[in-house]
């Protein structure tokens, strides 16, 4: 069902785009009302996929947590309290063993408060739609009710990125490294910097934040990326800001 009105919209779309370049002025005006009903008719099937995203999300989240509880009673049950007490000493070395922190969010950047979690999924959604405007409305107000939100965050900042907001951009990953602990998102934000400032032709602080960004998160290749355009090709920049990542996630 859903193919075939997607194949009805196509052709009507392409009809419109044959015919515009060769069409009357009273012609064009009747092709603009049609423009402006496809138009519609996308964002109503966007905003309803992005629904069902948002609510088969919450589902398999709930199901996982139900899972892992089901799994902790299961094993505190069939446990001793020497075991017990046994299994958090191991977790607490492995916690202050090398590397651990470099590998691993800390709480608060994995903080989602439960009445602002569909709405972060809802931006994602858009975000991976590259609707990088209404991806940024919604992060906004995200931030706005829950400011410890750091996924919001470094999405809302990227976002901005994207719709080249600099300014705003720049403020919201200043904001990210100081308040995150994971080194991937401080990575991210230490590069999206960097972009910024070669972009304002500020290339020897544009290379420090690149440095800054590989030496975070060594697993970061757009931060060398960039860093190399900045010192060999510094008049015809191309800068990565590392929105791939987030599609990933």
Not at 191 to 211: D, R, S, T, V, Y
Request: charged share 20%.
């Amino acid at each position: 069902m859903f193919q075939h009105m997607f194949m009805t919209m196509h052709k009507q779309l392409d009809g419109i785009m044959r015919q515009y370049p060769t069409a009357s002025e009273q012609e064009r005006q009747q092709f603009e009302l049609q423009l402006s009903e496809l138009k519609k008719a996308s964002d109503c099937f966007i905003e309803l996929w992005l629904n069902f995203e948002e609510k088969l999300s919450q589902f398999q989240q709930k199901k996982a947590n139900d899972g892992g509880n089901a799994v902790s009673v299961a094993a505190a049950s069939a446990q001793q309290g020497s075991d017990v007490a046994a299994d958090e000493s191991q977790h607490e070395a492995a916690a202050h063993a090398p590397g651990f922190e470099s590998m691993t969010c800390s709480a608060a950047d994995l903080y989602i408060p439960d009445d602002i979690a569909g709405d972060v999924s809802k931006g994602q959604g858009y975000y991976k739609l590259f609707m990088f405007p209404q991806a940024a409305t919604i992060f906004h107000d995200v931030l706005a009710q829950a400011p410890e939100c750091n996924l919001a965050r470094l999405y809302l900042g990227m976002s901005l990125m994207h719709t080249r907001s600099w300014n705003e951009a720049q403020r919201q990953f200043q904001l990210l490294i100081v308040l995150s602990d994971f080194p991937k998102w401080l990575a991210l934000g230490y590069n999206a910097l960097g972009c910024i400032q070669a972009i304002h032709m500020n290339l020897a602080q544009a290379e420090k934040l690149f440095k800054k960004a590989y030496e975070v998160y060594p697993g970061f290749a757009d931060s060398l990326s960039n860093l190399k355009s900045c010192q060999e090709t510094p008049k015809q920049l191309s800068l990565y800001f590392g929105s791939t990542e987030l599609c990933c996630m």
